[in-house]
C-alpha cells in the first residue's frame, strides 16, 4: 500500500499538510512499482496519475466475474466455493483470530492481513456478487436468499476496509450453505 500524497512535506508528492492513511490517499502497488514510483523524480507520476491509475483499476475489480456465464448452478457453486476457500485461507492464517496473530499480538500480522483483505479479499468478495449477479437465473429462493445476505455483508466489509466501522455484518453462514454442492 503506497501514499499518493507522502505523510511527509519531503516525502514523494509531498504537501504542507502531508497525506493521511485514509482511503483516498492509499493506492495498491507492487513492492517493485512502489520504490519506481517513489524514486522517480518530481513530476514523473504526479497525483492526478496516480489516482486514475487506482480508479481504472478498482473500475477492472468491480467488474471480475461478470463475464462468467455457466450452464449449472452447480458449476456456480463450485466457482463461488473455490473463491470462498481462497478467502478463508487468507483469513485463517492472517486474520485477527489467526493462530499467529493470537500468539504474538504484537507481530506484523495485522499489516498482512491489513494488505490481504484489501488486495484479495475484497476483489474476491466482488468477483463472486459479479457471478452470481450473472448467473442468478440458475438460484432457487433459498440461494438468493443467502446471496442477498452475502452482498450485504460484503458491501459492508469493503467499506469497512476503507475506512473502519464500528460494526459490519459477518459473512453469513447460509450463504456458504446454499452453495454447497458436492
Not at 483516498?24 to 513530476?43: E, W
Request: overall charge negative.
Amino acid at each position: 500500500m503506497a501514499h499518493v500524497i507522502a505523510r511527509s512535506i519531503a516525502g514523494p508528492r509531498g504537501r504542507a499538510k502531508g497525506g493521511d492513511d485514509s482511503y483516498a490517499n492509499l493506492i495498491l502497488l507492487c513492492p517493485t512499482d512502489h520504490r519506481h514510483v517513489d524514486k522517480a523524480p518530481d513530476g514523473e507520476f504526479p497525483i492526478e496519475l496516480l489516482h486514475n491509475w487506482k480508479m481504472i483499476h478498482e473500475r477492472r475489480i468491480r467488474a471480475l466475474g461478470s463475464e462468467n456465464k455457466f450452464e449449472k448452478v452447480e458449476e456456480l457453486s463450485k466457482a463461488v466455493r473455490t473463491i470462498l476457500a481462497k478467502s478463508h485461507a487468507i483469513w485463517n492464517a492472517f486474520g485477527p483470530r489467526s493462530e499467529a496473530a493470537t500468539a504474538d499480538p504484537n507481530s506484523n500480522m495485522y499489516d498482512i492481513w491489513e494488505l490481504r483483505r484489501a488486495d484479495t479479499i475484497v476483489p474476491n468478495n466482488r468477483t463472486i456478487i459479479n457471478m452470481i449477479n450473472a448467473n442468478e437465473v440458475l438460484l432457487d429462493q433459498k440461494q438468493m436468499e443467502a446471496f442477498a445476505l452475502f452482498c450485504v455483508h460484503a458491501e459492508a466489509y469493503e467499506a469497512h476496509v476503507r475506512s473502519p466501522l464500528d460494526a459490519y455484518p459477518t459473512f453469513p453462514k447460509s450463504f456458504e450453505e446454499a452453495f454447497a454442492y458436492e
